[in-house]
Every structure is written in C-alpha cells, then in structure tokens.
C-alpha cells in the first residue's frame, strides 16, 4: 500500500486495479437497486434480497476466513 | 417529526434521498458495515491464528507496536483487499450523497435562506482563515473538504456532512446524529454535575450543530453558542437548529482564537473536534477554553480515547483512518497527553481529569466492544 499524505493510497498494486474494483463495487450496488425495486414489485420486502454486493464482498474477502 | 426509512430524523434542510438513492445509500450502508465488523473480525482472526504467530516464532514474541503490526499487515492480501473495500466504499458514499444533495441544493439553500431570522442567529465572518489542517486534505474523503462553498449562501458541506456521516457511523449517532453532545451530557454531565445551569454555553467547532443541539435541550435558559470555521456547515446548522425550533447561535470564529471576551461562558465543549487539527491547535484550543470561561467554569473536550485503551492489533485498525480516510491527525491526537496540556493552558493541574464515557459511535477494532468517547475535563 501507498500511502502519501493527501494523495489517494494505492491497495491492490496499481491504481488501474483499484479503479476496476471500484466499478465492481458499483456493478454489484446497482444489481442491488435492482433487486430492492423487483421486491418492491412483488409485494416483498425491499431488503429481502438485496444480496449482489454481499456476495461480490465475501467473494473478494475469501483470503480473510 | 418523521424518519427516513433508516432512521435518520428528517427535519427542513436534510438532503432525504428519493427511492432509487435511498435503495443505493442503503447499499453502502450494508457495505460499510459488512467491512467495519464482520470483515475487520476476521483479519483480526487471521492476525491473531497465522500472522502474528508467525512473526512470534521468528522475533520471540508477537508485536507489539501498531506500526510493526502495519507492515505486516500491509503485504497480507485479504488486508489489501479489505482496505480498497473500504476506500472505494467511502467515496462512492460521499458520491452519492453529492448527487442527491445536488438534486436538491436550490431547495435547500432558499429554505436555509427563509429560516434566517426564525430562531437563534447566524453571524458569518469571511476574514476568518480557513486553518491550514482543514486545507491540507478533504477530511473524511469529502468531495467539498470540510469548508469549501460552491457559490454564494452555499450549504453544500453541510449538507453532504448531515446525511453522509449519518450512512458513514450506519445509524450508531443516532436519529440526530447527536450521539457525541448526548453521550456527554447524559454520561458526564448528568452524572458528575447533575445540578449544572450554565447561563452561557459555547460548542466549538460545532459543523452542522450535531452535538450542540443537545444542550440547547438540556439546558433551555443558557444561552447557547456555537462556532466553526467553515460557512457552509454554519449556514446549514443554523437552518436545522432552526427547522428543529432550538435556538442556537451560530458565529463563523476559530475555536483557537475565538474574539470572545474572556470570562463569557460557563460551559465550553467540542466534540471530535481535536482529532481535526494538530497539536498546536489542540494546545491553542485548550488555552482559549480557559480564557474564555468564567471562574468555576466547565471544560469539556470529547474526543475518541486513546491508544492506551486498545490492544495493538486495534490500534492498528484504528490508526487505518489516518492515511486511508483523509484523517491526517487522528493517529497523533490518540498519543497526546491532554492533562498536560490542560495545565500548561492555565488549569490547575488537580481540576483536570480524563474520563471515559460510553457512547453509540463504535470504532473499527475488529472486536466487539462497546462504543466509547474520551474527555479531558477541567474546571476553572
């Protein structure tokens, strides 16, 4: 990790791979909107399965368990 | 007044997200929280069953130092991925509260603009400098920083602090995000000094009035002031203070060179403020308390507590905000040691104490204790 003052750190080796983590996490939010609106639909809960992004989480933290 | 659907007490100026940015600030929300504690409990684990005993079987021990700790665990992959996670979790926050606060800031300002008068007052002062530690970096990855202004009456700071500190602590401030000036008035206050009737109470560094709030209710005869120095968070604290009918005095000052006359208050309190600005300040800050209160008076400084309340694999958890989250104060704040300082600030040395008080903000340690908040307490 970089870490200069004021400057944005640098986690997974380049800030290209950061970046496309960041898209991931946005993907995985967005699928997540989608579900809440579906639930909505049919009459469910909104938070019922609202799971993309859990799942995109414990994917990418596997190495912690 | 009612609650948005996660709990956050609306009142006239919060930026309330329509359904699509509830649904996608709920999703960071879930994301933050997933990180911070569950995630975070199990790098803890993974440090204590395989990092540190490796490191234990070639040095003799386990470390001891946060800093020993960091190295290690800034080559363990899981760590690196925990931590983009997080990052990338606080910006997207901050990026969508912008936008929902966008949508909405032509509002807001012209409601903002209508309260001026109502209840309370707003004094700003555009000679007041900004401090270099608020302009070194965007505190907290907030995209205005701390005290930016986009245009004339702008609230914009103020309100991305409200509703993103709000998604930022997942509710653990409570409904006002008001946790900091409860948790001392009920922990500290109620406890130690339950027959208190300040007449004069001023809140530094108050941003959007969070903490302050508080003891305009607790106390209703003081006269209540409170001062930052960034614009934007005073125009929109005083537009809240407002909307909730508390009448607050709001003044664009330095907490480290107030302008007030010595002997003007009673009560003087920050919350979280400390770990903002930097040790000059911090002796600045503590100095000016005791200029400003009157004798017997009281002064209360919440901070989070110090590193010598952690082990160090929390420390190090902790001392991630530094560099991660745009926080470049918040490791040094935690090594200070404030009752000296307090004493070299004029109190006597046998009127100030630290406490520890509970409080709902929990901070990332990877266990599962208690929120807490530390104060350095002096009495004039």
């Known amino acids: ?65 | 007044m009612n609650r948005l659907a996660d709990g956050q007490l609306e009142h006239a100026v919060l930026a309330a997200p329509n359904v699509g940015e509830a649904y996608r600030q709920q999703e960071i929300w879930d994301l933050k929280t997933r990180l911070a504690y569950d995630v975070a409990a199990r790098i803890r684990q993974r440090y204590e069953t395989e990092i540190a005993p490796a490191y234990a079987r070639e040095h003799g021990a386990a470390p001891t130092s946060r800093h020993v700790i960091g190295e290690l665990m800034a080559e363990d992959p899981a760590t690196q991925m925990w931590s983009a996670l997080r990052r990338s979790g606080q910006e997207q926050m901050w990026a969508l509260v912008a936008d929902s606060t966008a949508r909405q800031l032509s509002r807001l300002t012209g409601v903002a603009g209508s309260l001026l008068g109502s209840t309370g007052s707003l004094t700003l002062d555009a000679s007041v400098q900004v401090p270099a530690y608020l302009q070194t970096v965007d505190i907290h990855c907030m995209p205005t920083g701390y005290y930016r202004e986009t245009g004339p009456d702008d609230l914009t700071a103020g309100a991305l602090y409200d509703r993103g500190v709000y998604i930022y602590a997942a509710g653990q401030l409570g409904a006002a995000n008001d946790d900091k000036g409860r948790s001392v008035i009920e922990h500290y206050l109620d406890v130690h000094h339950p027959g208190l009737a300040p007449a004069a109470i001023l809140d530094m560094g108050c941003s959007v009035g969070h903490s302050t709030l508080p003891y305009a209710e607790r106390y209703p005869e003081a006269e209540v002031h409170a001062i930052d120095v960034a614009a934007p968070m005073l125009r929109y604290a005083h537009a809240r203070a407002a909307s909730f009918g508390l009448p607050v005095h709001f003044a664009q000052r330095d907490a480290e060179a107030t302008g007030y006359a010595a002997g003007s208050f009673d009560l003087v309190v920050s919350h979280i403020l400390l770990h903002e600005t930097s040790t000059k300040a911090v002796q600045n800050i503590l100095t000016e308390s005791f200029r400003l209160l009157k004798p017997g008076g009281l002064m209360i400084h919440a901070e989070y507590p110090p590193f010598t309340t952690m082990d160090p694999f929390a420390q190090f958890l902790v001392e991630w905000d530094t560099t991660n989250n745009n926080e470049p104060f918040w490791s040094t704040v935690r090594t200070l040691d404030l009752e000296a300082m307090a004493a070299r600030a004029g109190f006597e040395p046998g009127q100030v104490s630290r406490e520890l008080i509970p409080t709902g903000r929990r901070l990332v340690t990877g266990q599962s204790s208690a929120g807490r908040i530390g104060l350095i307490v002096a009495r004039r």
């Open chain 1, 1 to 65: 990790m970089k870490t200069r003052r004021g400057e944005r750190p640098v986690y997974l080796g380049d800030a290209h791979t950061d970046r496309l983590l960041a898209a991931i996490v946005v993907l995985g939010q967005e699928i997540g909107v989608l579900q809440r609106r579906v639930a909505v639909l049919e009459g469910r809960d909104p938070g019922e399965d609202s799971v993309a992004l859990s799942r995109v989480v414990e994917e990418l933290t596997k190495e912690s368990r």
